[in-house]
Antibody, heavy 124, light 109 residues
Framework: QVQLQESGPGLVKPSQTLSLTCTVSGGSISSGSYYWSWIRQPAGKGLEWIGRIYTSGSTNYNPSLKSRVTISVDTSKNQFSLKLSSVTAADTAVYYC????????????????WGKGTTVTVSS | EIVMTQSPATLSVSPGERATLSCRASQSVSSNLAWYQQKPGQAPRLLIYGASTRATGIPARFSGSGSGTEFTLTISSLQSEDFAVYYCQQYNNWPPEYTFGQGTKLEIK
């Protein structure tokens, strides 16, 4: 059974770059037609999709974050990563990674497996 | 951007009773709609995808319905472990931009 685990610094200074990694276990990140995604949730608030990546390296980002986000994949390590630049206090949140499962036509994808999340605080 | 609106924000129901949660999309998302359950301190868990298909291991008391812009999640007989926050999410648009509703908190009456 595939499991995802987020890792990275829990505290980032304003204006710096937030960097997180999601490690996939229980299966190869390259097997199947999955996308891999990042989502975040500020304390007490709702969920915001950040972006997704395919193992080919193809990416899509939330337009509201696109100018600051980079998602990459390292298939040799079975990992994918998130970088969010120029962070402010508004980027303080729990960050989740998730697997995107294809629908039958392989055109649409839904989030079927989630990591437990990691809390990132932006503060000096 | 497709805006997802859930109602009510909070729903108070007694154990054993039925709960009905609603989700509306600002434009048609066909059947590309998922429901997630989130308990405090935990990640969301997929309950329903394709508007009405239960995910693996989800009890039959959870059911989803709807298409287009109006969707419903029904929990037929509430168990203690069902009290949580529920989110709907669309995955229909291109380029992809997954958007979530603001959540419905299901609490014990």
């Amino acid at each position: 059974q595939v499991q995802l685990q987020e890792s990275g610094p829990g505290l980032v200074k304003p204006s710096q770059t937030l960097s997180l990694t999601c490690t996939v276990s229980g299966g190869s990140i390259s097997s199947g037609s999955y996308y891999w995604s990042w989502i975040r949730q500020p304390a007490g608030k709702g969920l915001e999709w950040i972006g997704r990546i395919y193992t080919s390296g193809s990416t899509n980002y939330n337009p509201s974050l696109k100018s600051r986000v980079t998602i990459s994949v390292d298939t040799s390590k079975n990992q994918f990563s998130l970088k969010l630049s120029s962070v402010t206090a508004a980027d303080t949140a729990v960050y989740y990674c998730a697997r995107l499962h294809p629908t039958r036509n392989y055109y649409y994808y839904y989030m079927d497996v989630w990591g437990k999340g990691t809390t990132v605080t932006v503060s000096s | 951007e497709i805006v997802m609106t859930q109602s009510p924000a909070t729903l108070s129901v007694s154990p054993g009773e039925r709960a009905t949660l609603s989700c509306r999309a600002s434009q048609s998302v066909s059947s590309n709609l998922a429901w997630y359950q989130q308990k405090p301190g935990q990640a969301p868990r997929l309950l329903i995808y394709g508007a009405s298909t239960r995910a693996t291991g989800i009890p039959a008391r959870f059911s989803g319905s709807g298409s287009g812009t109006e969707f419903t999640l029904t929990i037929s007989s509430l168990q203690s472990e069902d009290f949580a926050v529920y989110y709907c999410q669309q995955y229909n648009n291109w380029p992809p931009e997954y958007t979530f509703g603001q959540g419905t908190k299901l609490e014990i009456k």
